[in-house]
């Protein structure tokens, strides 16, 4: 673990530029700061958006132009899927995206004003200094067939798991409703009993 960690620091020198960023519904913060931990620039505010994302690439073009940095860590920590459309539009731009764990950011927050509370602003400077301790690991993002097959698997999870709600309902109905339904049948889900219980849901109306 701490070879690892060392090894994630030594990448980062003189000529990186560390970036940490907030990540929000509708608008994000991000602040940089170089290998010493000093921070670079202002605070940027952008928008879930194309023109928010080249605003934010912009701001980083001037802060490497400016401090001569030749390459950038970009960290972010996982906040739900909002931050899928920006890791897709640094990787076509060649920006590194890194990940920092949120117990990490939670847990560090208290060392710059001895305080835990939520603030955008100070989480993107907490995520950067964390960067930049080498506390952070790559996300490997599918792409191709690749996503297509997680996104199936993400779907069969999902209808799995309805399946099984759908079952569970059915079968409170049948315990609450129509207790002798299994004395007469083994299995409620063979299709010839959905058959019957059509036949005397009709047969019902037809009598009113």
Known sequence: MEYKQNRKIEQINE???IVGADIAKHKHFARAVDFRGIELGKTIAFSQSQSGFNQLLFWIKSLMKQHSKQQ????IE???RYWFCLAGFLKKHGVKLVMVNPMHVKRSKELDDNSPTKNDVKDAYVIARLV???RYSEPQISE?????????MNLRDRLTKDLASVQGRIQNWLDRFFPEFLDVFK??????HFSLCNTFHYLQ???Q
């Open 15 to 17: 000529s990186t530029l």
């Open 132 to 134: 930049q301790g080498g």
């Open 144 to 152: 191709g067939v690749y996503a297509e097959l997680r996104i199936g």
């Open 205 to 207: 109306m037809f009598k």
């Open 72 to 75: 950038v860590l970009f960290g």
């Open 187 to 192: 299995n409620w889900e063979e299709k010839q």
């Open 78 to 80: 996982p906040t739900g």
